[in-house]
């Protein structure tokens, strides 16, 4: 009885030994870690909106921030002019306005120098604006709670491939608490012809007699370039939780580095 | 109309040719006292002029100048037997083969066929005994036919203890995997653990990688045939067996006399019997929840006349995991019932008739379905609250006739066609929700037509040198798009010496159907969908050459070929799409913007390498030893930045090693080896910001963390290797025969991966070091199984 009950905690022991191991017979890729840059120009605020970190190898001490870089000399050249952004240590973010004018279909570049020398690159084309926009609205109101269904609708322009996105936010105010939700900047793009483009949204005011509720709600429709409509359809779709999607290649037009640089050509309305 | 009458002419024609100075010696070849129908027995005239062989029913003709003849029959396993005979006229002759050896040790016989391979025409194929397929050792004893096929050189499995094949680079979705004629969708239990074919219900299995013979089709990489056996004519008999996960029975015998048999045999699981209680006890009765699956396989045949003979058969499988819940609160009752089913069912009805004794015709129509089935409910009182069902599924009527026209002793001909109409059920929701009164009631639905016509000629040019020339023409039409395609199939083997041939062969095939799948695991959620105007139809091109010989003392047979095989239109998901984001389509219309359609992306692909097979079939030691040397690489536009990789389940080193040895007359013992390179995977490397360059930032800001990948699978796992053994002792009893078998798989408990993870060196220390993690399924795991066969 007593090897009986040997045999049967060896086999026991063996058949439950640690399902979850390290590996370490096989040689882990060399990591390179990548300077990231995102940076954004947007015609309707007239603005650069950016940052430069470094990744973060995925072996090692675990990290939860990104490193920022916030000595880079970044300059965006187009149009004979040159814009150099800096960096605001409250944000965190390179930004300021531009004092170039930004003309459709110019190419626009972006460089930016680290201060051990290292350059990244990128450019990109200045896109259309999306044309006579227009938006229906309908409303249901369900006790407190107003739904609006918002249909927006704008001309694509014929025979040039045009790449849009469209946004919404809403601001509210309730007794001086102020917030912000809205919408993931959603993708369109055009068919080549010239056509009416639609994209619909829904959003809620709320209003409850005896308490002091204001919202501002704006609706962005922008002409965006084609790398930014394949980002802005990555994100949209990107799980890096789920198991049964396969790996993604996350879109770059960064040279020497990670990131996107993009230029919007937006109008902005705000609905009453 | 007109179909009809050019087969009636080509009738005519073949039944003329039967007038001429030649007589036909033709009949049925079944083995003594069972009355099984014996598959590829060689018969010949003794002076070695004049050859054929027995079909898949049995049934041989063979054409020789009027004379006298002494006609020799023989297959491995059985007593040879020779007849004389004198023909001035045609004559049917049936032959009954005795088993060699009716006592213990023998009573395991093998009905397949044992042609010399460089005999044979065909290349890239093998027959797998069900004899080897019943000894070889498996995971917790439960006998796989997919796994052991999997043991072959030019296959390979997906991951640790999958029954996945992957063939000659080809994907799980391109083999053509066939029970009596119906095309099997889903041949897995289990998420793949085990396959659907435990070896007892079948007479004959054969793999087919290369050097397709043209009556096979709708498949790039493989064709895996299986016919289930008919049934003993004679006696009534069975056979019990009970193992560790599951228990299984057979009862076959006699209709009417002979006239007929029939046979039936089923297996289920029973690990929801043994954890029940459990659950249940840890739950305080409020839970109920388990897996299981079962087979059933049944078959009949009857003779009608001495020229009509019809078989019904039929599989019927399913697996199931379901969890019950109650639970009271404040008096109020809950239930939640949730379940997740998933199915195959075939049934196919044949009528063999022999035209003339030279012209065979077999008519088949078959059913062929796979399902599945998502249910959740949630219940108030008596009031339903919530209710989700989704499904997928295929189902498939298939009519097809094939002729076996013996012409001469040169030209054995093969003829037919077969039209089959599918029906694709990508998804099919109905979502209710009381809490907001939505009702979701969507179903996609595609119908398809497939069709396919072909002839083949086992060509003798001259005693050394044989071809096996054919053509099938294919189509397929779906949603107002036609697809009409020539397959050519070319195999040639030339007879350097006695025992040695060179051979080579050619294929073109079609695959209308796409498997959409990024798991990679082969889940029964992966999706069957047809071919359509956006999403063309996969094809591929195969040249194998290689060198059969057969070895006298030891009875050995050694092949060693070489493939190269290009691969189009194989489709994959694009970068970051998957099933869940699947939007449903309406037949007829465009398809949405997350349709199927517009979230994969075609590619090619190629494949390329070395086999080599040393097999022992006879004797007290038996077995094989295998090695595959390949490559097989991807090239996808919008993967990978179009730049060519591996394929997961590329493989540069595959190794197996199967042995059996009958130790004594009752006792017999086996082992196996297997050692595979590791599969390419992609690995994630570094995590970086991302923003999403939304207009207001500074309101609605928002960013994530992206991941940088190595390029795609260019990282590869730990080689994967195991030692599996069993014994097999058998012991005579009162009633029949006793069989018991100990069996140990991974017997040195190797750790290999089945996925890999980036975690903490030490889970329980918040800043422990990320390192590449390993999950493994299965260490040493013995088993014990118990059968008895009666006699």
């Given at each position: 009885?007593?090897?009986?009950?040997?045999?049967?905690?060896?086999?026991?022991?063996?058949?439950?030994?640690?399902?979850q191991?390290?590996?370490?017979?096989?040689?882990l890729?060399?990591?390179?870690?990548?300077?990231?840059?995102?940076m954004?120009?947007?015609?309707?605020?007239?603005?650069?909106?950016?940052?430069?970190?470094k990744?973060?190898?995925?072996?090692?001490?675990?990290?939860?921030?990104?490193?920022?870089?916030?000595d880079?000399?970044?300059?965006?050249?187009?149009?004979?002019?040159?814009?150099?952004?800096?960096?605001d240590?409250?944000?965190?973010?390179?930004t300021g306005?531009?004092?170039?004018?930004y003309?459709?279909?110019?190419?626009?570049?972006?460089?930016?120098?680290?201060?051990?020398?290292?350059?990244?690159?990128?450019?990109?084309?200045?896109?259309?604006?999306?044309?006579?926009?227009?938006?229906t609205?309908?409303?249901?109101?369900?006790?407190?709670?107003?739904?609006y269904?918002?249909?927006i609708?704008?001309?694509?322009?014929?025979?040039?491939q045009?790449?849009?996105?469209?946004?919404?936010?809403?601001?509210?105010?309730?007794?001086?608490?102020?917030?912000?939700?809205g919408?993931?900047?959603?993708?369109?793009?055009?068919?080549?012809?010239?056509?009416?483009?639609?994209?619909?949204?829904?959003?809620?005011?709320?209003?409850?007699?005896g308490?002091?509720?204001?919202?501002?709600?704006f609706?962005?429709?922008?002409?965006?370039?084609?790398?930014?409509y394949?980002?802005?359809?990555?994100?949209?779709?990107?799980?890096?939780?789920?198991?049964f999607?396969?790996?993604?290649?996350?879109?770059?037009?960064?040279?020497?580095?990670?990131?996107?640089?993009?230029?919007?050509?937006?109008?902005i309305?705000?609905?009453? | 109309?007109?179909?009809?009458?050019?087969?009636?002419?080509l009738?005519?024609?073949?039944?003329?040719?039967?007038?001429?100075?030649?007589?036909?010696?033709?009949?049925?070849?079944?083995?003594?006292?069972?009355?099984?129908?014996?598959?590829?027995?060689?018969?010949?005239?003794?002076?070695?002029?004049?050859?054929?062989?027995?079909?898949?029913?049995?049934?041989?003709?063979?054409?020789?100048?009027?004379?006298?003849?002494?006609?020799?029959?023989?297959?491995v396993g059985?007593?040879?037997?020779?007849?004389?005979?004198?023909?001035?006229?045609?004559?049917?002759?049936?032959?009954?083969?005795?088993?060699?050896?009716?006592?213990?040790?023998a009573?395991?016989?093998?009905?397949?066929?044992?042609?010399?391979?460089?005999?044979?025409?065909?290349?890239?194929?093998?027959?797998?005994?069900?004899?080897?397929?019943?000894?070889?050792?498996?995971?917790?004893?439960?006998k796989?036919?997919?796994?052991?096929?999997?043991?072959?050189?030019?296959?390979?499995?997906?991951?640790?203890?999958?029954?996945?094949?992957?063939?000659?680079?080809?994907?799980?979705?391109?083999n053509?995997?066939?029970l009596?004629?119906?095309?099997?969708?889903?041949?897995?239990?289990?998420?793949?653990?085990?396959?659907?074919?435990n070896?007892?219900?079948?007479?004959?299995?054969?793999?087919?990688?290369?050097?397709?013979?043209?009556r096979?089709?709708?498949?790039?990489?493989?064709?895996?045939?299986?016919?289930?056996?008919?049934?003993?004519?004679?006696?009534?008999?069975g056979?019990?067996?009970?193992?560790?996960?599951?228990?299984?029975?057979?009862l076959?015998?006699?209709?009417?006399?002979?006239?007929?048999?029939?046979?039936?045999?089923?297996?289920?699981?029973?690990?929801?019997?043994?954890?029940?209680?459990?659950?249940?006890?840890?739950s305080?009765?409020?839970?109920?929840?388990?897996?299981?699956?079962?087979?059933?396989?049944?078959?009949?045949?009857?003779?009608?006349?001495?020229?009509?003979?019809?078989?019904?058969?039929?599989?019927?499988?399913?697996?199931?995991?379901?969890?019950?819940?109650?639970?009271?609160?404040e008096?109020?009752?809950?239930?939640?019932?949730?379940?997740?089913?998933?199915?195959?069912?075939?049934?196919?009805?044949?009528?063999?008739?022999?035209?003339?004794?030279?012209?065979?015709l077999?008519?088949?129509?078959?059913?062929?379905?796979?399902?599945?089935?998502?249910?959740?409910?949630?219940?108030?009182q008596?009031?339903t609250?919530?209710?989700?069902?989704?499904?997928?599924?295929?189902?498939?009527?298939?009519?097809?006739?094939?002729f076996?026209?013996?012409?001469?002793?040169?030209?054995?001909v093969?003829?037919?066609?077969?039209?089959?109409?599918?029906?694709?059920t990508?998804?099919?929701?109905?979502?209710k929700?009381d809490?907001?009164?939505?009702?979701?009631?969507?179903?996609?639905?595609?119908?398809?037509?497939?069709?396919?016509i072909?002839?083949?000629?086992?060509?003798?040019?001259?005693?050394?040198?044989?071809?096996?020339?054919?053509?099938r023409?294919?189509?397929?039409?779906?949603?107002g798009?036609?697809?009409?395609?020539?397959?050519?199939?070319?195999?040639?083997?030339?007879?350097?010496?006695?025992?040695?041939?060179?051979?080579?062969?050619?294929?073109?095939?079609?695959?209308?159907?796409?498997?959409?799948?990024?798991?990679?695991v082969?889940?029964?959620?992966?999706?069957?969908?047809?071919?359509?105007?956006?999403?063309?139809?996969?094809?591929?091109?195969?040249?194998?050459a290689?060198?059969?010989?057969?070895?006298?003392?030891?009875?050995?047979?050694?092949?060693?070929?070489?493939?190269?095989?290009?691969?189009?239109?194989?489709?994959?998901?694009?970068?970051?799409?998957?099933?869940?984001?699947?939007?449903?389509?309406?037949?007829?219309?465009?398809?949405?913007?997350?349709?199927?359609?517009?979230?994969?992306?075609?590619?090619?692909?190629?494949?390329?390498?070395?086999?080599?097979?040393?097999?022992?079939?006879?004797?007290?030691?038996?077995?094989?030893?295998?090695?595959?040397?390949?490559?097989?690489?991807?090239?996808?536009?919008?993967?990978?930045?179009?730049?060519?990789?591996?394929?997961?389940?590329?493989?540069?080193?595959?190794?197996?090693?199967?042995?059996?040895?009958?130790?004594?007359?009752n006792?017999?013992?086996s082992?196996?080896?297997?050692?595979?390179?590791?599969?390419?995977?992609?690995?994630?490397?570094?995590?970086?910001?991302?923003?999403d360059?939304?207009?207001?930032?500074?309101?609605?800001?928002?960013?994530?963390?992206g991941?940088?990948?190595?390029?795609?699978n260019?990282?590869?796992?730990?080689?994967?290797?195991?030692?599996d053994?069993?014994?097999?002792?058998?012991?005579?009893?009162?009633?029949?025969?006793?069989?018991?078998?100990?069996?140990?798989?991974?017997?040195?408990?190797?750790?290999?991966?089945?996925?890999?993870?980036?975690?903490?060196?030490?889970?329980?220390?918040?800043?422990?070091?990320q390192?590449?993690?390993?999950?493994?399924?299965?260490?040493?795991?013995?088993?014990?199984?118990?059968?008895?066969?009666?006699?």
């Amino acid at each position: 009885m007593k090897t009986l009950k040997i045999v049967l905690s060896i086999l026991f022991g063996s058949m439950i030994h640690s399902c979850q191991s390290i590996v370490q017979d096989v040689d882990l890729p060399e990591i390179e870690i990548k300077s990231v840059v995102q940076m954004r120009y947007d015609k309707a605020l007239n603005k650069y909106d950016g940052s430069i970190t470094k990744s973060n190898p995925i072996f090692g001490k675990p990290r939860n921030e990104f490193e920022v870089i916030e000595d880079a000399l970044v300059t965006v050249e187009g149009g004979g002019l040159i814009d150099t952004v800096s960096y605001d240590p409250n944000s965190e973010y390179y930004t300021g306005e531009s004092g170039i004018t930004y003309s459709v279909g110019e190419q626009y570049n972006l460089n930016v120098t680290l201060a051990n020398g290292e350059i990244l690159t990128s450019s990109a084309l200045y896109p259309n604006a999306p044309l006579n926009i227009s938006m229906t609205i309908d409303s249901t109101t369900d006790g407190f709670e107003t739904k609006y269904n918002i249909k927006i609708s704008w001309d694509d322009i014929p025979g040039i491939q045009e790449y849009y996105q469209v946004e919404y936010y809403s601001i509210y105010d309730f007794d001086g608490v102020k917030d912000t939700f809205g919408s993931y900047g959603q993708v369109e793009v055009g068919d080549n012809e010239k056509s009416r483009l639609t994209n619909r949204f829904e959003t809620y005011r709320y209003s409850e007699p005896g308490s002091n509720w204001s919202y501002q709600t704006f609706v962005v429709v922008s002409g965006i370039t084609k790398d930014q409509y394949e980002y802005s359809k990555f994100l949209y779709n990107y799980e890096p939780e789920n198991p049964f999607a396969e790996p993604v290649t996350v879109p770059s037009n960064v040279t020497g580095g990670l990131g996107m640089f993009v230029l919007k050509n937006s109008v902005i309305t705000q609905l009453k | 109309m007109r179909f009809k009458l050019i087969i009636g002419l080509l009738v005519m024609f073949l039944s003329i040719k039967c007038f001429s100075q030649n007589v036909t010696l033709s009949g049925f070849i079944n083995e003594a006292g069972s009355k099984e129908a014996l598959i590829a027995v060689t018969v010949y005239s003794n002076d070695g002029v004049y050859g054929t062989t027995s079909n898949d029913y049995g049934f041989y003709s063979l054409t020789v100048p009027k004379g006298t003849y002494n006609f020799v029959y023989i297959i491995v396993g059985y007593e040879q037997k020779v007849i004389s005979v004198t023909l001035d006229s045609n004559r049917t002759q049936n032959v009954l083969l005795t088993a060699l050896g009716t006592q213990l040790g023998a009573t395991e016989i093998d009905l397949q066929k044992r042609e010399k391979e460089s005999e044979k025409v065909q290349m890239s194929s093998v027959d797998i005994p069900i004899k080897q397929i019943k000894e070889i050792p498996a995971l917790f004893g439960e006998k796989d036919v997919l796994k052991v096929i999997q043991l072959l050189p030019g296959v390979q499995s997906g991951s640790e203890g999958q029954s996945g094949l992957y063939v000659r680079g080809g994907g799980p979705d391109q083999n053509l995997i066939i029970l009596d004629g119906a095309t099997v969708y889903n041949a897995q239990h289990l998420f793949g653990f085990f396959s659907l074919f435990n070896g007892d219900a079948l007479r004959s299995v054969e793999l087919i990688k290369g050097g397709f013979p043209a009556r096979y089709g709708g498949r790039l990489s493989s064709v895996i045939d299986m016919n289930m056996k008919d049934g003993n004519k004679e006696k009534t008999t069975g056979e019990l067996g009970i193992g560790l996960i599951s228990s299984k029975g057979l009862l076959e015998g006699p209709i009417n006399k002979g006239k007929g048999s029939f046979i039936i045999s089923g297996r289920r699981t029973y690990i929801d019997v043994l954890t029940q209680p459990i659950i249940l006890a840890a739950s305080n009765g409020n839970s109920s929840g388990g897996y299981f699956f079962y087979d059933l396989n049944a078959k009949a045949n009857y003779t009608l006349t001495d020229k009509d003979k019809i078989y019904l058969s039929g599989y019927f499988g399913r697996d199931k995991f379901y969890l019950n819940e109650k639970y009271t609160f404040e008096d109020q009752k809950s239930e939640f019932n949730t379940s997740f089913g998933w199915g195959n069912a075939t049934g196919t009805l044949r009528w063999n008739h022999i035209i003339n004794p030279k012209l065979f015709l077999n008519t088949s129509l078959i059913y062929s379905t796979y399902d599945l089935g998502i249910n959740a409910k949630e219940k108030e009182q008596d009031t339903t609250l919530f209710e989700l069902r989704y499904g997928s599924g295929i189902r498939d009527y298939t009519a097809k006739q094939d002729f076996d026209w013996y012409a001469n002793n040169k030209h054995k001909v093969k003829f037919g066609y077969a039209f089959t109409h599918h029906k694709f059920t990508p998804s099919a929701v109905v979502l209710k929700d009381d809490y907001d009164s939505s009702l979701v009631d969507q179903e996609t639905i595609f119908n398809a037509v497939e069709t396919g016509i072909y002839i083949e000629d086992e060509v003798k040019f001259t005693s050394k040198f044989k071809g096996l020339l054919g053509f099938r023409l294919s189509s397929f039409h779906v949603k107002g798009e036609n697809y009409i395609k020539p397959e050519p199939r070319i195999a040639l083997a030339y007879k350097v010496s006695t025992n040695t041939s060179v051979k080579l062969s050619f294929a073109t095939m079609n695959q209308y159907i796409h498997l959409l799948s990024n798991s990679g695991v082969g889940l029964p959620t992966d999706l069957w969908v047809p071919a359509t105007k956006n999403v063309k139809p996969q094809s591929s091109q195969q040249i194998a050459a290689g060198v059969a010989r057969d070895f006298d003392k030891p009875k050995l047979t050694l092949t060693i070929e070489g493939y190269y095989k290009e691969m189009n239109n194989i489709i994959a998901y694009k970068e970051g799409a998957s099933f869940l984001q699947i939007e449903a389509a309406v037949d007829g219309e465009e398809a949405p913007e997350n349709s199927w359609e517009n979230n994969v992306t075609n590619g090619n692909g190629v494949s390329y390498g070395m086999e080599f097979l040393l097999q022992k079939k006879e004797g007290k030691f038996t077995g094989w030893a295998g090695y595959t040397l390949s490559w097989t690489k991807h090239t996808f536009d919008s993967i990978n930045l179009g730049k060519t990789f591996y394929a997961r389940y590329d493989r540069r080193h595959d190794i197996s090693v199967v042995m059996q040895y009958q130790l004594k007359k009752n006792v017999t013992l086996s082992a196996n080896w297997v050692y595979g390179t590791g599969n390419a995977i992609t690995l994630p490397i570094s995590t970086y910001r991302l923003d999403d360059h939304n207009t207001f930032r500074n309101q609605y800001g928002y960013w994530a963390n992206g991941q940088e990948y190595t390029a795609r699978n260019d990282f590869r796992m730990r080689a994967y290797h195991r030692a599996d053994i069993g014994v097999q002792i058998k012991k005579e009893k009162k009633y029949g025969t006793r069989t018991i078998e100990f069996s140990a798989y991974n017997l040195y408990s190797r750790q290999n991966p089945f996925y890999y993870f980036i975690g903490p060196e030490d889970q329980f220390e918040p800043n422990s070091n990320q390192v590449l993690k390993q999950v493994s399924l299965f260490p040493f795991l013995p088993s014990i199984s118990w059968s008895y066969k009666f006699r």
